[in-house]
């Protein structure tokens, strides 16, 4: 079955930054994306990028434009988000999600979500 | 402060119908398509319905999205205490060229 497993939870200070990866099995990793959606503790999704796992190409919030780098490897059907310069209200389950292409907001399926927590 | 606008919270009796709205403007709801995703408590969200109204392999047809100008609904019928979760909308936004989601609706089932 389609399935994305995620990293593990993580403890940054403030100014560190932090990689998630995300693991894809159960189907061709290159004929489709990955979109990375964020909640902090209580609050709703926020949606962070996409990236083309066929050409690398990416698509980055303008929010988070400069603090974000989406990558993926072909090799291992991985995909990773590092955020930069991490701060406090970075603190958030980080998910990834396959999604066909840029704008779809067809997250499916989610990975199980990995938790940063941002603290001195 | 969410760019799509979902009630915070709605409850209804098992076996009843729900409908949680969801509202935004002409340079998103009004011009792209919505989805619908499902957060049970404590795990990740899922894709509900997409495309306005149509529901991936696997769930149930007692789920349906609809979308009537710059309006989004998602109706749920034969209401079981399973659920109970947190409901979200989104869709694409033509001017701020991200994805953006209201800011969730947590079903009661009474």
């Known amino acids: 079955q389609v399935q994305l497993v995620q990293s593990g939870a993580e403890v940054k200070k403030p100014g560190a930054s932090v990689k998630v990866s995300c693991k894809a099995s159960g189907y061709t990793f290159t004929s489709y994306g990955i979109s990375w959606v964020r909640q902090a503790p209580g609050q709703g999704l926020e949606w962070m990028g996409w990236i083309s796992a066929y050409n690398g190409n990416t698509n980055y919030a303008q929010k988070l434009q400069g603090r974000v780098t989406m990558t993926t490897d072909t090799s291992t059907s991985t995909a990773y988000m590092e955020l930069r310069s991490l701060r406090s209200d970075d603190t958030a389950v980080y998910y990834c999600a396959r999604d066909p292409y840029y704008g779809s907001g067809l997250f499916d399926p989610w990975g199980q979500g990995t938790l940063v927590t941002v603290s001195s | 402060q969410s760019v799509l606008t979902q009630p915070p919270s709605v409850s209804a009796a098992p076996g009843q119908k729900v409908t949680i709205s969801c509202s935004g403007s002409?340079?998103?709801?009004?011009?792209?398509?919505v989805s619908w995703y499902q957060q049970l408590p404590g795990t990740a969200p899922k894709l509900l319905i997409y495309?306005?109204?149509k529901r991936p392999s696997g769930i149930p047809d007692r789920f349906s999205g609809s979308k009537s100008g710059t309006s989004a609904t998602l109706g749920i019928t034969g209401l079981q205490t399973g659920d109970e979760a947190d409901y979200y909308c989104?869709?694409?936004?033509?001017?701020?060229?991200?994805?953006?989601f209201g800011g969730g609706t947590k079903l009661t089932v009474l």
């Open positions: 002409s340079s998103n709801i009004g011009n792209n398509y």
């Open positions: 989104g869709t694409w936004d033509s001017s701020l060229s991200v994805w953006v």
């Open positions: 495309e306005n109204n």
